[in-house]
T-cell receptor, first 114, second 108 residues
Framework: NAGVTQTPKFRILKIGQSMTLQCTQD?????MYWYRQDPGMGLKLIYY???????DKGEVPNGYNVSRSTTEDFPLRLELAAPSQTSVYFC?????????????FGPGTRLTVT | KNEVEQSPQNLTAQEGEFITINCSYS?????LHWLQQHPGGGIVSLFM???GKKKHGRLIATINIQEKHSSLHITASHPRDSAVYIC??????????FGKGTSLLVTP
């Protein structure tokens, strides 16, 4: 199993450009998440999905969009990139195990908007 | 929203020392998670617990539901334990609220 994979690892965008961060998991998990991590701050939830075709906003959704057409893929779209979106982005997936939803994280995408 | 506080923010220890990292939260939870983030950024789940205590190798996690408090202990610390340790809680199920992390440096 590759687990959760993310591409690209690094990206520099100019203000106003758009891009899609890719996330794929091969563990057949229903639940998938996008988080952002800013220096000195805890991870914050951007969007999540409880299954194919179902997505919902998290704590910081503005400026982002998602889709979930398959169980495996959960891409994050940035439209009109802004410097405030400079961050490290983590995709994660989870299943319901004993006691709760254990989360599996991708390696992260470091995005800089200049 | 469940506020998650970790202490200390930064911790330096000598190899072999016993280490404790604390986490407190404000609202009742369904589960508490301890995660490890190494330099280079990858995040790995260490523990998920809703009561009592769990042990994995030199790592022990405990939780006191009544006091809304959890601790992560590392026995016989080693430089390879140097990482950021993150506490996170889930209230109604799957989404997590994260603490800011504790940065641990273990020196030889």
């Amino acid at each position: 199993n590759a687990g959760v994979t993310q591409t690209p690892k690094f990206r520099i965008l100019k203000i106003g450009q758009s891009m899609t961060l890719q996330c794929t998991q091969d563990m057949n998990h229903n639940y998938m998440y996008w988080y952002r991590q800013d220096p000195g701050m805890g991870l914050k939830l951007i969007y999540y999905s409880v299954g194919a075709g179902i997505t919902d906003k998290g704590e910081v959704p503005n400026g982002y969009n998602v889709s979930r057409s398959t169980t495996e893929d959960f891409p994050l779209r940035l439209e009109l990139a802004a410097p405030s979106q400079t961050s490290v982005y983590f995709c994660a997936s989870s299943y319901y195990g004993t006691g709760g939803y254990e989360q599996y994280f991708g390696p992260g995408t470091r995005l800089t908007v200049t | 929203k469940n506020e998650v506080e970790q202490s200390p923010q930064n911790l330096t220890a000598q190899e072999g020392e016993f280490i404790t990292i604390n986490c407190s939260y404000s609202v009742g939870i369904s589960a508490l998670h301890w995660l490890q983030q190494h330099p280079g950024g990858g995040i790995v789940s260490l523990f998920m617990l809703s009561s009592g205590k769990k042990k994995h190798g030199r790592l022990i996690a405990t939780i006191n539901i009544q006091e809304k408090h959890s601790s992560l202990h590392i026995t016989a610390s080693h430089p390879r334990d140097s990482a950021v340790y993150i506490c996170a809680v889930s209230n109604s199920g799957y989404a997590l609220n994260f603490g800011k992390g504790t940065s641990l440096l273990v020196t030889p």
